[in-house]
């Protein structure tokens, strides 16, 4: 049975709390992940492979980049990033440019058709998902609105 504050209230047990928070990750976990798959799918009309355009949209979102940056980024080992990065440099959708400070470091920033090419994308993948949003009622959005700081907000803890 739930305890009661100073106020007479109820509140929670710790372990009902915490298993119902348990719980609410596990849920916006998949969520998440299904909603990614599905507008995944829009992707295919760039041409490029799912590793190809995640390293372009770091070098896209986050400006000129190190190798050893956007390998840890990407989270692969450097011979990798050199692959990926060259069929990107062979596509024309990045350069590589020396640093401004230190011309032995060099850094990979996106094209202009670099960047067009992963704006597009972005563009097809907001627009599905908008069209998903748009078929709920307007309370739901609402509601939805609603928690999207509070998404915000546990996406930027570290």
């Known amino acids: 049975m739930p305890a009661r504050s100073a106020r007479g209230n ?46 372009l949209s770091v070098i896209v979102f986050g400006g000129p980049i190190t190798l050893g940056a956007l390998a840890e980024a990407e989270q692969v ?20 440019e020396a640093d401004a400070n230190d011309k032995r470091v060099m850094r990979v920033r996106a094209t202009a058709r670099g960047a067009k090419l992963l704006q597009e994308g972005r563009r097809r993948r907001v627009a ?9 009622p307007r309370a739901e959005r609402s509601a939805l609105a609603a928690a999207v700081p509070i998404l915000e907000r546990v996406a930027r803890r570290d």
């Open 10 to 55: 109820r509140t929670p047990r710790p372990e009902a709390s915490a298993a119902a928070t348990g719980d609410l990750a596990d849920r916006l976990h998949s969520v998440a992940i299904h909603i990614l798959r599905r507008l995944r799918r829009e992707d295919d009309a760039s041409g490029l492979p799912a590793p190809q355009l995640s390293a």
């Open 128 to 136: 599905s998902l908008a069209a998903s949003l748009a078929t709920l």
């Open 77 to 96: 080992r450097p011979p990798t990033i050199t692959r990926l990065v060259a069929a990107l440099e062979e596509a024309g959708l990045v350069e590589r």
